[in-house]
C-alpha cells in the first residue's frame, strides 16, 4: 500500500507540519523535499565563520543551518548556512526560528557551495534571485571548490558584485567593515 505525499496549500499550512523528526524541509510546488545534510568541510566553514561573526554582533543574532527562511517562489523557503539576524528578530524567533515574508530581511546570509553543478547554480543563481527578491542587504557566495568568497550587495534592489575575494585578501563587508579575515583563513579552516 503506498501512502500519498504531504501535499500542502499555503506555506501556513506547511508551518503547522510536524513529524516528530528533526529533518529539514524545502516546501517546493506545496510538497516537501528533505534537504540533505551539508558535509564536514561546509560545516567546519559555517562554524568557523559563526564563531568570526558572534564576536562582531553576540552569538543570539547569528544562526546556522537551521533558521528557516520564506521566500518567493520555488522553493518557498530557504535553509541559508549561516545568517546574521536583526536584534528584532532575537524575540520574533523565540517560538519558531523561521523567519517570514512580513519580518524584515536578515543583514547578511552566507550560502557555502557544495560540490556539483546543480548546487553551484542553486547558490549562484536561484538562491541569489530569491534573497534579492527577499532585499537581504548583503549575500556571500563562499565557494570550496574555488576557494573565493563573493559579495553581493542590494542596491537599490538589484544585487551587484560587491568583491570576489581569494587568497590573502583581506574580506571587505559593506556591513561589517570591523570583520577581520582573509579567504585563506576560511578555507585553512576547514582542513
Not at 22 to 28: G, Q, S
Not at 47 to 56: C, M, N, P, Q, R
Not at 121 to 144: H, S
Request: charged share 25%; hydrophobic share 35%.
Amino acid at each position: 500500500m503506498t501512502q500519498a505525499k504531504q501535499q500542502f496549500q499555503s506555506f501556513e499550512e506547511y508551518l503547522t507540519y510536524d513529524d516528530g523528526t528533526e529533518k529539514l524541509y524545502e516546501l517546493f510546488n506545496g510538497e516537501l523535499i528533505e534537504v540533505p545534510p551539508e558535509s564536514g568541510k561546509n560545516i567546519a566553514i559555517a562554524v568557523f565563520l559563526l564563531l568570526k561573526f558572534a564576536a562582531i554582533v553576540g552569538h543570539l543574532r547569528v544562526r546556522p543551518h537551521g533558521l528557516e527562511l520564506e521566500v518567493r517562489g520555488e522553493p518557498r523557503n530557504r535553509y541559508p548556512d549561516l545568517t546574521i539576524i536583526r536584534t528584532e528578530h532575537i524575540q520574533q524567533l523565540e517560538q519558531r526560528n523561521t523567519l517570514r515574508l512580513s519580518m524584515a530581511p536578515p543583514l547578511l546570509v552566507i550560502e557555502i557551495v557544495s560540490p556539483g553543478e546543480l548546487q553551484r547554480d542553486r547558490d549562484y543563481i536561484a538562491k541569489r534571485i530569491q534573497y534579492q527578491d527577499r532585499e537581504i542587504p548583503e549575500y556571500w557566495i563562499v565557494d570550496p571548490q574555488l576557494e573565493t568568497v563573493l559579495i553581493l550587495e542590494l542596491t537599490g534592489n538589484v544585487y551587484t558584485e560587491f568583491n570576489t575575494f581569494k587568497g590573502e585578501n583581506r574580506i571587505c563587508s559593506p556591513l561589517f567593515g570591523e570583520l577581520e579575515l582573509t579567504t585563506n583563513q576560511i578555507f585553512t579552516a576547514s582542513n
